[in-house]
């Protein structure tokens, strides 16, 4: 039998199974289609659109059980908040235990759930969450120099659990993060997910962390200023879209917008056309393309298939609602891309001169 496993890819890396090859961190950080034994050579041989990776399904099956089901009883036990804020936290623990000690698993766990509870105390105070987001930039910054994207959630999580829909006191958000955070320790290890390190160089990871997080903070610190429902989706755009290493940023930044409008599609016609049960099961089916895709394909199709989840979860039959927020998440991504270019450009320029001082 070929020994070579199939790779799982989370929010920062690109993971490998059992004993295989050491595979290079992709996914999404990556959007080109990815052949069985590795990425595909150069960016000139790369491509938006890609079938899911073969052989996937079965952990893919596995890995929804894994992350569902325990979420699924947390949200009995607690409600949406609770349920939401504990599988951001499983995500965390997966992106950080396949290339951390056990110690650095604990202590970035622990930094995830002060950030959630530090943002659930700050709620929507303009400077507060603008603050803390320039604050887990830096910490992403920090992080990066280990492996790009280490921490990529760190500011999302303030985004999520302040201004955004989790709703917790700050204690409990704490709890949750810390009991998703060992869930996605557990189910990393049982799954026996690895994946190599990928650092960035000290000089572009501080480039792009500061860069990203005065944006970002600006972006909050406007949003909240002049309450401006889901503002809040421009900083999420740059932090998903701008990566840390300069040679992923085009495919991602394609895949974002690309994926985007074409999920919004998707979900404002399931919520204009089809009965609540019907638009759920596209709901439902979304969620499990997107999975299936985080373990190999385009990063365009991971964001084609978030999109209309979010939304028709969002709207849940009320039509007038979806077609709002279907408008506000295309216009909210269409600028939070535009100021990613913006900055993405920047650092490039900074890249440029440093390469001609050193020549």
Not at 36 to 48: A, D, P
Not at 86 to 110: D, H
Not at 121 to 128: D, I, L, N
Request: glycine share 8%.
């Amino acid at each position: 039998m070929n020994d070579v496993r199939q790779p799982f890819q989370t929010s920062s890396h690109r993971y490998s199974r059992g004993s295989c090859r050491v595979l290079k961190p992709s996914l999404p950080w990556k959007v080109a289609a990815l052949s069985s034994t590795g990425r595909s050579k150069g960016n000139e041989n790369m491509t938006i659109f890609s079938r899911p990776q073969p052989g996937t399904l079965p952990i893919t099956l596995k890995l929804l059980a894994a992350i569902l089901i325990p979420s699924a009883l947390v949200s009995v036990l607690a409600g949406t908040s609770a349920s939401m804020g504990f599988g951001m936290a499983v995500g965390l623990g997966m992106a950080v235990t396949p290339v951390s000690r056990p110690r650095q698993i604990a202590a970035l766990i622990v930094v995830g759930a002060v950030l959630g509870a530090l943002a659930s105390w700050a709620g929507a105070t303009p400077w507060a969450i603008a603050a803390l987001m320039f604050f887990s930039a830096v910490l992403f910054a920090i992080a990066n120099q280990r492996s790009a994207g280490l921490l990529s959630l760190a500011p999302i999580m303030v985004i999520l659990f302040g201004p955004g829909p989790i709703d917790l006191s700050w204690w409990s958000a704490a709890l949750w993060i810390l009991g998703g955070g060992l869930v996605g320790f557990f189910i990393t290890r049982l799954l026996k997910f690895q994946a190599p390190t990928l650092p960035v160089d000290r000089r572009s990871a501080w480039e792009h962390g500061l860069a990203v997080g005065i944006l970002c903070a600006g972006v909050m610190f406007w949003s909240l200023t002049y309450h401006v429902p889901h503002g809040y989706w421009i900083a999420v755009t740059v932090l998903m879209a701008l990566r840390p290493l300069a040679d992923q940023r085009r495919e991602t930044l394609n895949g974002r917008l690309i994926g985007t409008f074409l999920g919004a599609i998707i979900a404002l016609l399931a919520v204009l056309f089809l009965p609540l049960w019907a638009a759920v099961v596209v709901a439902v089916l979304c969620l499990f393309t997107l999975v299936w895709y985080t373990m190999g394909g385009a990063y365009l199709m991971q964001a084609l298939s978030l999109t209309p989840m979010l939304l028709i979860f969002a709207s849940l039959g009320d039509v007038d609602r979806g077609f709002e927020l279907t408008i506000e998440r295309v216009v909210f991504t269409v600028v939070g891309i535009a100021a990613a270019v913006l900055v993405a450009l920047l650092l490039r320029r900074w890249a440029s001169r440093r390469e001609a001082v050193s020549d």
